[in-house]
């Protein structure tokens, strides 16, 4: 079993900075791919990054490729998701999940999932 807790959320201009954190419980962290999505309102939610348990190996969704950028620190239990040149299309909630297993873009292959934070991008 692993409790995700999402955090770091706010508002922000347009161009500006957030670094969200997803602190992790549970000892099967470090073995874990994880993923971050998102989801606007009155839209279906989606990928936005993945990261190997390691580190080594990540994914990222077209949308924000470039400006967004996945680590973690598994001594932490915990994932991060700096996201730098916010554009007004990033509003949304933003979700960690944990990869069970399929593909990394889709929300059926992940099933702990946190409780979400708001990421608010005025324009």
């Known amino acids: 079993q692993v409790q995700l807790v999402e955090s770091g959320g706010g508002l922000v201009q347009a161009g500006g900075s957030l670094r969200l954190s997803c602190a992790a419980s549970?000892?099967?962290?470090?073995?874990?791919?994880m993923g971050w999505f998102r989801q606007a309102p009155g839209k279906e939610r989606e990928f936005v990054a993945s990261?190997?348990?390691?580190?080594?190996?990540?994914f990222y969704a077209d949308s924000v490729k470039g400006r967004f950028t996945i680590s973690r620190d598994n001594a932490k239990n915990t994932v991060y998701l700096q996201m730098n040149s916010l554009k007004p299309e990033d509003t949304a909630v933003y979700y960690c999940a944990v990869h069970r297993g399929g593909s990394y873009y889709y929300v059926r292959s992940y099933d702990y999932w946190g409780q979400g934070t708001q990421v608010t991008v005025s324009s």
């Open positions: 549970g000892r099967t962290f470090s073995s874990v791919t």
């Open positions: 990261i190997s348990w390691s580190g080594s190996m990540t």
